[in-house]
């Protein structure tokens, strides 16, 4: 078992990682509640809900079951939860536990952050995706016309990783949060992305997904401490984001995972770094770690002008301006802001590139 | 012209109070947005919009209208401001302007704290009762099951408060915020209290209400510098809440109203405190200023079962304890954990002599 303390501007939370630990989830938080409200979804309730509630003695426990998917962090779930939360009679003194990947540690978070103005939430994460968005405290619904549009800073109050629920995920979650473990890796750490590189999913060792969890986090966690608020370093974090958002709403949400377009992202941010900067980055080498690992990268029903319309409406961009994250070099980010002659003569291309890859 | 600087966990903002001071927004801002969105209600558009846009040169400035009433501060208007702020392409670098009483504040807040996970707001406040809600930071909309049930704490940058356009205030407004600023000078300043139990609120000068309206910020300001979120003193604020906020759902919003309801919480808070602590308060006094002031104090349809159910699933209740804030004396507020038999001992006798008021 190893812990990562993280040091929030509200308060400090540990990041607890180890094997089997979804067993000792009353003993690893700081105090007892009046009452527990856990939300989970389809998937993970048949899994591991009855492995969590069983941690608990002397609880009043209820429990809040989402389908799955990403289309479910939408405000109507959002204020579904609220009124059952209400009619059990959650109050100030109460927590609320999201089990399960992103989208129920979102919709949790941003609840637990509005519910009576906010109120203690802790995350039990069950995908490797999730080892990003349960720390760092970015909580969020998606708005029809733009993800995560919707939110909150409020970080947990602690994030229980389980491993061993990590055995039971989909070739295309494995490789969902590989990608934004890759992302870390080329923004801070040049021996990790090598590493990473080597590796073939389908060969994972256990420790091996432990040791890259535990880097990946502590990347994280290193620069949401120094920047909680995403004032200046944490956007570095946005690495292949700003295509990947834009490509994720274009195609809908969950036709692709979240990690799978954040990959072809990546791409895309190494090709503008290259132009931009006059440097040489392993594209090749990315390349074909995705195509041996078997992440999609065929995206040719998009049109250029609707991902570029989509670029311009994210979240980073101040005034229509695209902002996107380059690498001057591995480790070596960049925040940039560019004109839509210079994306686009460049996305076209990119996109017919794709199609050949 | 006068400014309160008050001191909030992640910024200080200053509150200013003059004649006039509409005309010069800009210029009491610190710096200039990207863009600005003003969200009022269609009675504060028609009478003072335009002073406002007026106020600011080059600025992108983009209105949202909302009807007027309680029923507004809903989740449906919440997400149809966040769908016209992306349409009309606000940023991390935009203003929300909330222009007009507490429903206007609260709901443009709550939006402000949750677009793209915050961006500014300032409060331009137009009704008595706003001096209130716009100090301190709680923002929130109100669930159908229970006010303000979903919101954050999220201070302005800030509060813009131009005496003159209190003059197109009706008669209920007037009462609705002067409950308020008694119950200010109840839990804090025993001179306060005396002076204002002489005021009729017919012959009100403008000076007496500007000199009225500063001390009462001043004292919430203080309270709030102490307790931010609540923990322990910024409870006091909720004299007569309890109660009120149980009226206010069972009549159904806007039927009294906010302040005229807390006046009646008011009284039976100061009957709690009489029996509990065997003092005695000025309850004559304060019922003949109501009257006086033409309060309605005549809720007679509303059943006692009800009242005690809502109260207690108040936010300040945990495990269904109603809590509620006494008075020892005069500025000497206390916060109690209150049986349901005490409660209903005294709420029966108390809503059967309103009839009789």
Chains 1, 2 share one sequence.
Do not use: C
């Amino acid at each position: 078992m190893k812990t990562l303390k993280i040091k929030a501007s509200s308060h400090e939370y540990n990041v607890t990682i180890g094997h089997g630990i979804r067993f000792r989830v009353q003993e690893l938080l700081e105090r007892s509640y009046s009452s527990i409200m856990i939300i989970t979804d389809e998937v993970i309730e048949s899994l591991y809900l009855d492995d969590i509630k069983n941690t608990f003695s002397d609880h009043k426990m209820y429990t809040y079951i989402l389908p799955s998917g990403e289309a479910e962090k939408s405000i109507d779930n959002y204020y579904k939860i609220q009124t059952k939360a209400i009619e059990y009679g959650l109050d100030r003194d109460s927590l609320f536990i999201a089990l399960g990947g992103g989208v129920v540690g979102d919709i949790t978070g941003f609840v637990a952050a509005t519910y009576m103005r906010g109120i203690d939430f802790i995350q039990i994460p069950t995908t490797v995706l999730a080892h990003d968005s349960s720390v760092g405290g970015k909580v969020a619904i998606n708005h029809e016309l733009s993800k995560n549009m919707i939110g909150a800073f409020y970080p947990p109050k602690a994030v229980i990783y389980d491993i061993d629920t990590l055995k039971t995920l989909s070739d295309a979650e494995l490789r969902s949060g590989y990608a934004e473990i890759i992302k870390e890796a080329f923004i801070s750490d040049h021996h990790f992305l090598n590493e990473l590189l080597e590796i073939n999913l389908n060969d994972l060792t256990s420790e091996q997904l432990s040791e890259h969890l535990y880097k990946g986090i502590k990347i994280k966690a290193d620069i949401v401490e120094a920047d909680e608020k995403e004032s200046n370093v944490r956007k570095y974090l946005n690495l292949g984001h700003t295509l990947s958002h834009a490509i994720e709403s274009e195609l809908g949400y969950g036709t692709i995972t979240h990690g799978e377009a954040v990959a072809i992202g990546i791409i895309f941010a190494l090709n503008l770094s290259e132009a931009k900067y006059d440097t040489i980055l392993p594209v090749k080498a990315y390349i074909d770690w995705l195509k041996i690992n078997n992440y999609p990268l065929n995206i040719s029903t998009i049109k250029t002008e609707n991902i570029l319309k989509r670029m311009k409406s994210d979240k980073k961009s101040v005034n229509q301006v695209v902002q996107m994250v380059l690498l001057k070099d591995i480790a070596q980010p960049s925040i940039e802001n560019l004109s839509d002659e210079f994306i686009m003569e460049y996305l076209t291309s990119f996109l017919k590139e794709l199609k050949e890859l």
